[in-house]
């Protein structure tokens, strides 16, 4: 947050990676929005004169004023004649009157007020609840984001074509709500193979997203105003997919082993299912035991509940195997799979996909049929070619190598220049390493601050329910290289020393 302009964070965003591509009056501007977007430059701060911006960044004049007419086209800023320009008193209005005027974290949840739009009261329920913003460019430290710049495209490309060729007009034309079967069955095979499950492709559900496949759950398996069961702390994509349904979500505490099933047996709520992330707890890396995932499976058999497992990042295990998933171990077919490509291929897939118990299958697919009809057909069979061919399993092989030594900078870096400030319990996998502020840290004041240093970190404690909530941050690193991460560590604990 700055009262003043300040040049050198302007510099610091210009040279965000994602921006290199760009032209340089594309970079200012961007760099400037961004900058407004995070807080950093506040609503009615003024800006510099366009010559004298230029002159101190050495570029043309003409340069500036082409990024300051396009934030002003946009609305992020206002230029008064005679006056200069400044950033627009309503750009940042939600933001404005939080303590501290913290920087927004990645992936949070905006509320936008929204007056007389003649919304519904559940409609109403979801905007004050807020959305979930994900992050568009690769930035130290976003979650959730793989490496895309490797990806290989030109096999991708190779095999769209294929298939296009292949199934001609029908790629076209509408597909099966529940997926492409060449796909299904790649799936069910890869799932049987290498995550311990036992499905068929007739269980197969394919979908946009793990968020899809959440937001069909709380809608055919909740009723509003009844309980459902989330981990605490968890994921929020889950807790909104519920509150959305007008659920009532209630959290069930974490310990070093996963979900703690004593209080699950506890519950006496009524909730007919609990979310949970066995093989990666979401956001404190713990590893659900055999013994705490086979009483979960019993738990739920015993009270005729549904598991619904969220297997995101499942893929990268780096020290030993991969723990098979629940739904394999499950005899009594209680557990609901749910499985994403957004992080083991790229984000912008948007393909996911659900393992139904059977009697699940019809009421799925046709809830989904309603929603959005079906998955492109194209993406689908091109990725099911992916998969046939192996390309999928060696590229999840080759990230999967990648992100082990990537851990091990991060891991080292924050060792070397944030100690004193944070712990990192290592992880075992996973995207991201959850850091844990010591004592006399305050966890808005360091997001706030990394923001002035171009530095996204996204919160710990907003992913707890209830009094007792570990301030700190969960930082993403698997879409950054060893030098950018090594980079941005230092970048972040400079900041934070500043005195
Ligand atoms: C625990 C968890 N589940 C699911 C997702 C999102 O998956 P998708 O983009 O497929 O909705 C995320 C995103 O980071 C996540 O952290």
Same mark, same amino acid.
């Given at each position: 947050?700055?009262? @003043?302009?300040?040049?050198? @964070?302007?510099?610091?965003?210009? %040279?965000?990676?994602?921006?290199?591509?760009?032209?340089?009056?594309?970079?200012?501007?961007?760099?400037?929005?961004?900058?407004?977007?995070?807080?950093?430059?506040?609503?009615?701060?003024?800006? +510099?004169?366009?010559?004298?911006?230029?002159?101190?960044?050495?570029?043309?004049?003409?340069?500036?004023?082409?990024?300051?007419?396009?934030?002003?086209?946009? *609305?992020?800023?206002?230029?008064?004649?005679?006056?200069?320009?400044?950033?627009?008193? @309503?750009?940042?209005?939600?933001?404005?009157?939080?303590?501290?005027?913290?920087?927004? =974290?990645?992936?949070?949840?905006?509320?936008?007020?929204?007056?007389?739009?003649?919304?519904?009261?559940?409609?109403?329920?979801?905007?004050?609840?807020?959305?979930?913003?994900?992050?568009? @460019?690769?930035?130290?430290?976003?979650?959730?984001? =793989?490496?895309?710049?490797?990806?290989?495209?030109?096999? $991708?490309?190779?095999?769209?074509?294929?298939?296009?060729?292949?199934?001609?007009?029908?790629?076209?034309?509408?597909?099966?709500?529940?997926?492409?079967?060449?796909?299904?069955?790649?799936?069910?095979?890869?799932?049987?193979?290498?995550?311990?499950?036992?499905?068929?492709?007739?269980?197969?559900?394919?979908?946009?997203?793990?968020?899809?496949?959440?937001?069909?759950?709380?809608?055919?398996?909740?009723?509003?105003?009844?309980?459902?069961?989330?981990?605490?702390?968890?994921?929020?994509?889950?807790?909104?997919?519920?509150?959305?349904?007008?659920?009532?979500?209630?959290?069930?505490?974490?310990?070093?082993?996963?979900?703690?099933?004593?209080?699950?047996?506890?519950?006496?709520?009524?909730?007919?299912?609990?979310?949970?992330?066995?093989?990666?707890?979401? !956001?404190?890396?713990?590893?659900?035991?055999?013994?705490?995932?086979?009483?979960?499976?019993?738990?739920?058999?015993?009270? *005729?509940? $549904?598991?619904?497992?969220?297997?995101?990042?499942?893929?990268?295990?780096?020290?030993?195997?991969?723990?098979?998933?629940?739904?394999?171990?499950?005899?009594?077919?209680?557990?609901?799979?749910?499985?994403?490509?957004?992080?083991?291929?790229?984000?912008?897939?948007?393909?996911?996909?659900?393992?139904?118990?059977? +009697?699940?299958?019809? +009421?799925?697919?046709?809830?989904?049929?309603?929603?959005?009809?079906?998955?492109?057909?194209?993406?689908?069979?091109?990725?099911?070619?992916?998969?046939?061919?192996?390309?999928?399993?060696?590229?999840?092989?080759?990230?999967?190598?990648?992100?082990?030594?990537?851990?091990?900078?991060?891991?080292?870096?924050?060792?070397?220049?944030?100690?004193?400030?944070?712990?990192? !319990?290592? =992880?075992?996998? *996973?995207?991201?390493?959850?850091?844990?502020?010591?004592?006399? $840290?305050?966890?808005?004041?360091?997001?706030?601050?990394?923001?002035?240093?171009?530095?996204?970190?996204? %919160?710990?404690?907003?992913?707890?329910?209830?009094?007792?909530?570990?301030?700190? $941050?969960?930082?993403?690193?698997?879409?950054?290289?060893?030098?950018?991460?090594?980079?941005?560590?230092?970048?972040?604990?400079?900041?934070?020393?500043?005195?």
């Amino acid at each position: 947050m700055s009262k @003043t302009f300040e040049l050198e @964070t302007l510099k610091i965003r210009m %040279g965000d990676a994602d921006l290199g591509q760009l032209d340089l009056h594309q970079r200012v501007q961007r760099a400037m929005r961004a900058l407004i977007l995070d807080g950093v430059l506040l609503p009615g701060l003024k800006l +510099p004169a366009t010559r004298s911006l230029a002159d101190s960044l050495d570029m043309a004049r003409d340069t500036v004023e082409s990024a300051y007419t396009q934030l002003h086209r946009d *609305g992020f800023i206002v230029r008064r004649q005679g006056s200069g320009s400044y950033v627009s008193e @309503t750009i940042g209005t939600p933001l404005r009157g939080r303590a501290s005027r913290c920087a927004r =974290p990645l992936e949070q949840e905006r509320s936008v007020p929204v007056a007389g739009a003649g919304l519904s009261r559940r409609g109403q329920a979801i905007v004050d609840g807020g959305g979930i913003t994900d992050q568009q @460019t690769i930035r130290a430290f976003a979650t959730g984001l =793989p490496e895309t710049r490797t990806f290989p495209t030109d096999v $991708w490309e190779r095999l769209q074509r294929q298939a296009l060729k292949d199934y001609r007009a029908s790629v076209l034309l509408h597909g099966d709500p529940q997926g492409a079967e060449p796909l299904r069955k790649a799936i069910a095979t890869y799932l049987n193979l290498e995550r311990g499950a036992k499905v068929g492709a007739e269980q197969i559900v394919v979908l946009s997203s793990t968020r899809q496949a959440l937001f069909l759950c709380a809608q055919l398996l909740v009723d509003a105003g009844r309980p459902v069961l989330l981990e605490n702390p968890g994921y929020f994509g889950a807790r909104k997919a519920f509150e959305s349904a007008e659920a009532k979500v209630l959290p069930i505490d974490v310990d070093a082993q996963g979900i703690r099933t004593d209080l699950l047996r506890a519950d006496r709520s009524g909730a007919t299912c609990v979310y949970v992330t066995p093989s990666h707890q979401y !956001p404190t890396g713990v590893t659900m035991q055999l013994e705490r995932r086979l009483d979960l499976i019993r738990w739920a058999f015993e009270s *005729g509940r $549904w598991i619904i497992e969220d297997d995101y990042d499942s893929e990268f295990h780096y020290d030993g195997m991969p723990t098979a998933c629940v739904q394999g171990l499950d005899k009594y077919a209680r557990t609901i799979y749910i499985g994403t490509f957004g992080k083991t291929l790229y984000p912008g897939l948007r393909m996911g996909y659900m393992a139904l118990p059977q +009697p699940l299958v019809r +009421p799925f697919v046709q809830a989904r049929s309603i929603m959005d009809g079906h998955t492109p057909q194209i993406q689908q069979l091109t990725l099911a070619r992916f998969m046939e061919d192996g390309h999928y399993n060696s590229h999840v092989r080759a990230m999967r190598k990648l992100y082990a030594g990537r851990r091990e900078v991060i891991l080292e870096s924050i060792g070397k220049h944030l100690a004193g400030i944070v712990t990192a !319990p290592r =992880p075992q996998g *996973g995207m991201q390493v959850p850091c844990l502020l010591e004592p006399g $840290w305050s966890e808005e004041d360091t997001i706030r601050c990394a923001a002035t240093a171009g530095v996204l970190l996204q %919160g710990l404690s907003r992913l707890y329910a209830g009094e007792h909530r570990q301030p700190g $941050w969960l930082l993403g690193y698997a879409s950054l290289t060893a030098y950018e991460i090594e980079a941005a560590v230092l970048r972040l604990a400079n900041a934070l020393r500043k005195p």
